[in-house]
C-alpha cells in the first residue's frame, strides 16, 4: 500500500519527485498520513494524527513545529540545515546595501516624478536633490555576526569579500562550523561587546528559549549610536518594544528585516520584507529534495538524517526485515527488547543504537518469523515508546 504524505505547504516539484508515486500519495488532506512534509505551516500538536511517523521540514527553522510533543510521541522531526543558506546570504548582501544608501528612498523619489515629461527638467530636479539619498560605503564598517551557522558562516564570508570587517558571537559553534570559519572573522567574547563595536549587526541564530528576545533593551542601549540591525533569523529574537524605542531615540539607525510587524510596518527606518529569505528557485528545491530524501530513508529504512530532536543514525540494509525501536534513554530496555527476541529464537543479525537528551533510537536487522504479538509485547515494555516494522519477514 501506497505510503501517504500530508503537505501543508508549497513544496518544489523537484522535492515531490523523489517520493515516487507507485509508493506514495502526496496530498493536502489525509485522515491517517504517514508523514508531514511542510515549510512555514504553524503545526499544533493536535494537527498531528496518531498515524504520523515522522514532520519533515523544508528549510532551516522547526519554531513552526511541536518539537517537544513530537519527541514525547516518538516522532522524528527533519530539517534541512544549509539548503537555503546561501539564498539567505545574498539577501542580507542587499539588506547592507539598503541599509548603507539611499536606494529606497531614490527610487520612491524618482517614481514621484511619473509625468515630468520635459527631460531638461527632469535632469535639473534629479540633480538638484540626490544629495537627500546620500549613503555610506559598507568597506572599512564593521559587521557583527550573530549564529555562525549555515548562513552566518556564509555572511561572514560575503561581508569580508565587500571589505567590511567582521566579528562574529556563536556561544554553541559546532567544530564543524568553526572549520568553515575565515580566520579573518574576529571574536567577540559577549554580545553586548559585539553590539557595541558593530556598524551592522545581522542576525542568524535560530529562535530557541535561550533566544527569544534576547535583543532587548539594555542589548540595544549599548549599540553603537547609528548602527543597522538586520534580522533574517526570526522576528520572536527582538524585543519589538524595546526596538522601537531605539529607533525613536534613533540610537538605532534603521532595521531591516524578513518579518514583518504591526508597528514596524511604514517606518521610515524600517526596511520590512514578507519572509523571502529562502524564496529563491534553487533554495526551495535544494530544501524540498533534502527534505523528501531523508523523509523516504526513514520510512523505508529507519535512517536518520539531520533530525532536530533524534539522534543521528544510518544502518545499511542487509536483511529486508528491520525493526525500528524508539525509547526512553534509561538502562535495561534495549537488554529487554533483546531478550524478548531472543526468547523467540529470532537472530539479530545488525543492530545500531544511539540516543539523544531523553531518546534512545535503535535499528535492529533480524533474521527468523516475528508475529504481531512479540511487536505488541515489544511495545507494552516499560519505557518504549513505539516499535516499527520495516520491510518483510522471512
Ligand atoms: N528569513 C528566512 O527565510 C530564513 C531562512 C533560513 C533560516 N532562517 C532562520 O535562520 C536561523 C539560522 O539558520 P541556519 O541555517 O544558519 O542554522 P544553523 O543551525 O546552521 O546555525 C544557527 C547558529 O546559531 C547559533 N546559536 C544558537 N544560539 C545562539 C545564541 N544565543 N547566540 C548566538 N548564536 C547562537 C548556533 O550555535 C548555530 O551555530 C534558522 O533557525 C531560521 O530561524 C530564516
Ligand atoms: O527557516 C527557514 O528555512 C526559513 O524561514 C524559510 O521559511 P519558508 O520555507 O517558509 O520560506
Known amino acids: 500500500m501506497a505510503r501517504q504524505i500530508l503537505k501543508l505547504n508549497h513544496i518544489s516539484a523537484k522535492g515531490l519527485d523523489r517520493l515516487p508515486r507507485d509508493d506514495y500519495e502526496i496530498a493536502s488532506e489525509f485522515t491517517h498520513p504517514d508523514a508531514i512534509l511542510l515549510r512555514s505551516h504553524k503545526l ?23 518539537v517537544a510533543e513530537c519527541s514525547s510521541r516518538g516522532i522524528p522531526v527533519f530539517n534541512t540545515p544549509g539548503a537555503n543558506a546561501n539564498a539567505v546570504k545574498e539577501l542580507v548582501a542587499a ?43 559598507l568597506v572599512g564598517k564593521t559587521l557583527g555576526v550573530v549564529g555562525l551557522g549555515a548562513i552566518g558562516s556564509l555572511v561572514a564570508e560575503m561581508a569580508l569579500t ?65 548602527a543597522c540591525l538586520l534580522n533574517f533569523a526570526r522576528q520572536e529574537i527582538v524585543n519589538e518594544g524595546a526596538l522601537v524605542d531605539a529607533l525613536n531615540a534613533g540610537t538605532l539607525r534603521k532595521y531591516i528585516a524578513d518579518f514583518p510587524a504591526p508597528q514596524l510596518i511604514g517606518r521610515k527606518d524600517v526596511i520590512l520584507m514578507p519572509h523571502i529569505g529562502a524564496s529563491t528557485e534553487e533554495a526551495e528545491d535544494n530544501c524540498a529534495i533534502m527534505a523528501a530524501e531523508q523523509l523516504r530513508d526513514f520510512l523505508e529504512n529507519g535512517n536518520i538524517r539531520n533530525s532536530v530532536n533524534f539522534p543521528n543514525l544510518s544502518l545499511e540494509r542487509v536483511s529486508g526485515c528491520r525493526l525500528s525501536v524508539t525509547n526512553d534513554n534509561v538502562p ?37 518469523e516475528l508475529t504481531e504479538s512479540v511487536l505488541d509485547t515489544m511495545r507494552a515494555l516499560n519505557g518504549v515508546v513505539n516499535v516499527r516494522l520495516i520491510g518483510r519477514c522471512a
Open 332 to 368: 535495561k530496555i534495549l537488554g529487554s527488547l533483546l531478550s524478548i527476541l531472543a526468547n523467540e529464537n529470532i537472530n539479530v543479525i545488525d543492530m545500531l543504537n544511539k540516543s539523544r537528551d531523553e531518546i534512545a533510537y535503535n535499528l535492529i536487522d533480524i533474521e527468523g
Open 162 to 226: 565587500l571589505g567590511m570587517e567582521v566579528v562574529g558571537f556563536d556561544p554553541a559553534l559546532s567544530v564543524e562550523a568553526a572549520w568553515r570559519l575565515s580566520s579573518q572573522v574576529k571574536r567577540a567574547d559577549t554580545l553586548s561587546a559585539l553590539f557595541a563595536r558593530s556598524d551592522y549587526i545581522s542576525l542568524h541564530m535560530p529562535v530557541l528559549d535561550s533566544t527569544r528576545g534576547l535583543v532587548n533593551a539594555e542589548l540595544l542601549a549599548v549599540i553603537k549610536p547609528g
Open 44 to 66: 499544533s500538536a493536535d494537527d498531528i494524527p496518531e498515524s504520523v511517523l515522522a514532520v519533515a521540514r523544508a528549510g532551516a527553522g522547526v519554531n513552526n513545529i511541536p
Open 95 to 137: 539588506g547592507l546595501l539598503l541599509g548603507s544608501r539611499g536606494i529606497i528612498e531614490g527610487i520612491h523619489y524618482v517614481n514621484k516624478l511619473y509625468g515630468m515629461t520635459d527631460m531638461a527638467e527632469l535632469h535639473r530636479t534629479l540633480e538638484a536633490h540626490k544629495k537627500e539619498f546620500k549613503g555610506g560605503e
